[in-house]
């Protein structure tokens, strides 16, 4: 049986044992993880926290709605046993009708087969996987032409890779950068990332790496946040100077070649941008798809909203 908990209801340590075991538990599963990117979050429960599926809610014009939360690309059902298409159909057909519209992604082991949910929608999207087992010299074998030749730049260029960054410093030539072009993300998302970033330090699953350039003055930085056995490339950020000298290849390269051999994924985190993806795959990376699911029982007016204004139902 699935149980509806609200967000006071929910039993955190055993909600966290549950992600720990299950064999697809991610970071953004976790209870802490949560609480920073919706403290009001809410939980599907099967048996004794035997399977769990957040719940991320949001309410505005007066309707209830469900939605992906900024630097959380995963969620969906976790299970510390087999996972079904059907025992994820099973939950989504649990969350409460209250909830007419949702937008949220499930993870890359909630497959399609058998997968219903209730007449939603599901469209495939993104991310890339590269696999850390094999020793660097094979890894590296696998990159493409153009990256080989992107890293003998890097390798000329005064570039040097330091770690253990100031998450401020990244996000701010984020911001001065790419962000210029990103509308959605207002200060209190940035101060969310770097909130995250820190708790993630504490915890010891964040490593930070950055680039300098011959006068000192870092030009592109990443972080890289451990989840399991996974890594994942959670976020990056470069200015012009680091896209001449092709710093983030390096900054990359420089972390495979420091974890190849261990019983780790590299996760890259997307993408569904042809020239992001077209990146991740010259360093041997494989597409693995995971579901963006969409359910819209909205009425006339509401829909027209909604389509009106893209984006009413972010939080």
Not at 89 to 94: C, G, I, K, T, V
Request: glycine share 6%; aromatic share 12%; charged share 25%.
């Amino acid at each position: 049986m699935i149980a509806y908990l609200k967000h006071e209801q929910i039993d955190t340590e055993k909600w966290d044992a549950c992600i720990n075991k299950s064999l697809n538990g991610l970071i953004y599963a976790q209870s802490w993880y949560l609480d920073l990117v919706n403290d009001r979050w809410e939980a599907l429960v099967k048996n004794d926290y035997e399977c769990v599926m957040p719940l991320t809610p949001g309410k505005k014009w007066g309707t209830d709605y469900l939605f992906q939360p900024n630097f959380t690309q995963q969620l969906g059902v976790f299970s510390t046993k087999h996972l079904t298409g059907e025992l994820v159909s099973e939950f989504l057909d649990a969350i409460p009708k209250k909830y007419r519209f949702i937008e949220i992604n499930l993870n890359t082991h909630n497959k399609t087969k058998d997968l219903t949910g209730d007449s939603g929608n599901f469209i495939p999207w993104k991310t890339h996987h590269l696999d850390l087992i094999h020793t660097y010299d094979r890894i590296a074998a696998g990159y493409s032409s153009n990256l080989k030749r992107n890293l003998k730049k890097a390798h000329r260029s005064p570039l040097n890779i330091v770690e253990n960054v100031k998450p401020e410093d990244i996000i701010k030539i984020f911001r001065q950068n790419k962000g210029r072009q990103i509308n959605n993300l207002k200060d209190q998302d940035y101060d969310l990332l770097r909130r995250l970033i820190y708790v993630m330090i504490y915890k010891r699953a964040a490593k930070i790496v950055g680039a300098y350039n011959e006068t000192n003055e870092l030009c592109a930085g990443a972080f890289f946040i451990h989840s399991g056995d996974k890594v994942i490339f959670y976020f990056s950020a470069t200015d012009p100077y680091a896209l001449q000298t092709g710093a983030m290849p390096l900054i990359i390269d420089d972390f495979i070649r420091k974890h190849a051999g261990r019983h780790l994924t590299l996760d890259f985190e997307g993408s569904n941008d042809e020239n992001l993806a077209r990146f991740y795959k010259g360093f041997g990376s494989r597409q693995v798809d995971y579901l963006h699911y969409r359910h819209n029982k909205l009425n006339a007016l509401l829909r027209m909203a909604l389509s009106l204004k893209k984006g009413i139902f972010n939080a």
